[in-house]
C-alpha cells in the first residue's frame, strides 16, 4: 500500500464520495456475497457516504453455500444497510430452456455473474445510483473475473488492493470472522474453491504479481511464469475493445 490501514481506508472513501458527487448519484447499488471482497466494500461505502445510501443485494442460487446468507444478514445488520434478496435460479432456468443451451460449470457460472450484474443496474437505475464494484487487483489482474459480469461497475473501490490488503481492510474495518476466515468462492457450482479452481494460493498470486510489476513484467521462476500466462490472456477483460473507430473529436 503507498500508506497506512487508516490512510489507505480515507482515500477509498473519498473516491467513493467523489464519484457519487461528480455523477449526480443518491447512492450506491452493491452485490454481497459472503465474501471478504464485497463485505469490505459494504463497509467502505457505509463509511463513506452513510448506510441509508447504500442498498445491498444478495443474490443466492442453488449453488450458493448456506451460510453465505447467514453472514450478509449478520453484516448487513451490523452495517445498518438495506438488503434485499432475490434468488436468480428462476432466471438462470429460463435460460436452460434456451436452444442449444450447454450445461457446463463454467458456462452457467459465466451466465450467473452476467445475471446478477443485470440485476444490479436494473436496481441502480430504479434508485439513481450508481453500481459499485467489489473486484481486487489479484484477480483482476489475472483475469479471475466475468467480463461484463463481476468486473462490470462504475466504481471500483478495491481495484487498486492486492487480496492479502484486502483483508488487512476487513481487519481495520472490522470485518465478521466468519467472513475473514471463510475459504474464498464464487460459489459458482458445488464445492467452488477460488484457489483449486485457479491453482494457485492467494499469496503466490499476490507475490508473483508484486514481483513481475517491480521487475518490468520478467518472470524468474515456474509459478510466476505461470500467473504472467493468465495476465496474458486475460488482458482482453481490461481493456477496451478492439475497433477501427476513431476518437470522436465531439467526446469530452
Request: with cysteine; proline share 4%; glycine share 8%.
Amino acid at each position: 500500500m503507498q500508506c497506512d490501514i487508516g490512510c489507505e481506508k480515507t482515500r477509498v472513501e473519498n473516491l467513493i464520495r467523489q464519484g457519487i458527487w461528480s455523477s449526480g448519484a443518491d447512492g450506491v447499488v452493491l452485490g454481497i456475497s459472503g465474501g471478504i471482497d464485497s463485505a469490505v466494500v459494504a463497509a467502505l461505502a457505509t463509511a463513506a457516504v452513510g448506510s441509508e445510501r447504500v442498498f445491498a443485494f444478495f443474490l443466492p442460487s442453488a449453488t450458493t453455500p448456506s451460510a453465505d446468507e447467514r453472514d450478509v444478514r449478520e453484516l448487513c445488520d451490523r452495517l445498518a444497510v438495506a438488503l434485499q434478496i432475490i434468488p436468480i435460479d428462476g432466471i438462470i432456468e429460463a435460460y436452460r430452456r434456451m436452444d442449444g443451451f450447454v450445461d457446463k460449470p463454467h458456462l452457467t457460472g459465466n451466465l450467473m455473474a452476467r445475471t446478477r450484474m443485470a440485476i444490479l443496474y436494473f436496481q441502480a437505475n430504479l434508485r439513481n445510483c450508481l453500481v459499485i464494484g467489489t473486484s481486487n487487483k489479484t484477480e483482476y489482474f489475472i483475469g479471475y473475473c466475468t467480463k461484463w459480469g463481476d468486473n462490470a461497475a462504475d466504481l471500483q473501490p478495491i481495484l487498486h488492493l492486492f487480496k492479502k490488503e484486502v483483508y488487512l481492510l476487513g481487519e481495520e474495518l472490522g470485518i465478521p470472522d466468519a467472513i475473514m476466515k471463510k475459504e474464498p468462492s464464487a460459489g459458482l457450482w458445488q464445492g467452488q474453491s477460488d484457489e483449486k479452481e485457479i491453482g494457485i494460493s492467494y499469496a503466490e498470486l499476490d507475490s508473483a504479481l508484486e514481483f513481475l510489476e517491480g521487475n518490468h513484467w520478467k518472470a524468474e521462476n515456474e509459478i510466476q511464469e505461470r500467473v504472467f500466462s493468465l495476465v496474458k490472456k486475460s488482458a482482453h477483460k481490461r481493456l477496451p475493445a478492439l475497433s477501427l473507430a476513431g476518437t470522436d473529436p465531439r467526446s469530452p
